[in-house]
């Protein structure tokens, strides 16, 4: 019986702690929930953000394809211009530069013109100057000046521009100076014809005697002509001509000069090589010799 009691006290006592338990167990059970909502909401929230992310990463490829399409559609365009250009490139480019260019060669052949006329006009206001001067000498008792004519040629005309140079150097040594040039025709004053035709002389018979004071004197002009294909220089009575096969100078006669067809027959190369070969010996002296040698550097 006793031992009946002290079971029963010891299952009473048992079941009295097991309730006391439960008891402090209690208040932990609405947390326990809590945190089983707030994970069901997760796992809501993890399932939308799976959608989000599959929603976006759609859009993504389709803008990625859009991109590509609009890049193909870029390149096709750039494809275009770029055969259009080539196009423009090599039909219209080709037109337009050869326009420019005759358009560029027009003007450069104006302002060349232009400054040719100019030079010309400068020549006559500086001669009619020269004129009114001489005119106004003339009027206090001093004698006529003395006016003298002369040619330069070159054949063809392009070879001319490399005499005008020497020749009128060759002039101004003498104590002549240009008054007017008109085409190939030069008007020059300050010694007489017949003081021209005295050093003229002179100077042909030096050069006949293979003087070295006259080569120097006329070596410029002679070089020039030398290295032209057929031309002449004239001034005065003086002729220097270069045919392909000679290279001749001689004084005429004063008389030669007052003709004036005769004048100008002599500045065709073959027409001046015949006259100065007519002319008597101490006027006339071939310098073929000279014109073979190597022209000078």
Avoid at 18 to 24: I, T
Avoid at 180 to 199: F, K, M, N, V, W
Avoid at 269 to 285: D, F, I, S, T
């Amino acid at each position: 019986m006793t031992v009946v009691l002290v079971l029963l006290c010891l299952a009473i006592a048992g079941r009295e702690l097991y309730l006391a338990f439960e008891r402090k167990r209690s208040p932990g059970a609405p947390e326990i929930a809590d945190i089983r909502t707030q994970l069901r909401a997760l796992k809501g929230t993890r399932d939308e953000l799976e959608g989000f992310r599959a929603a976006q990463r759609e859009r993504l490829d389709a803008l990625a394809r859009e991109q590509d399409r609009d890049r193909e559609a870029l390149d096709g365009a750039d494809a275009r211009i770029r055969s259009l250009i080539a196009q423009i490139n090599e039909r219209m480019v080709p037109d337009v530069n050869d326009r420019l260019n005759r358009q560029r060669e027009a003007a450069d052949l104006q302002r060349e013109t232009v400054q040719r006329l100019a030079a010309e006009v400068a020549g006559i206001r500086a001669h009619l100057v020269g004129r009114l001067d001489r005119a106004v000498a003339a009027s206090l008792g001093a004698g006529p000046a003395d006016v003298v004519a002369g040619s330069l040629t070159a054949r063809p005309p392009a070879g001319r521009h490399g005499l005008t140079g020497p020749y009128e150097q060759f002039a101004e040594r003498h104590g002549l100076n240009v008054e007017l040039t008109d085409g190939d025709r030069y008007y020059l004053s300050g010694r007489s014809p017949r003081a021209l035709e005295h050093d003229f002389l002179e100077l042909v018979q030096g050069l006949c005697a293979d003087c070295a004071v006259s080569f120097e004197k006329v070596r410029p002009l002679l070089e020039a002509l030398r290295d032209t294909g057929r031309g002449t220089a004239r001034l005065g009575p003086l002729l220097v001509v270069r045919t392909p096969e000679s290279l001749v100078c001689g004084v005429l006669p004063l008389a030669d000069l007052l003709r004036p067809e005769s004048a100008h027959s002599l500045d065709d190369p073959e027409n001046g090589a015949r006259r100065l070969r007519q002319l008597p010996e101490g006027r006339v002296c071939d310098l073929t010799a000279f014109a073979g040698q190597a022209p000078s550097g």
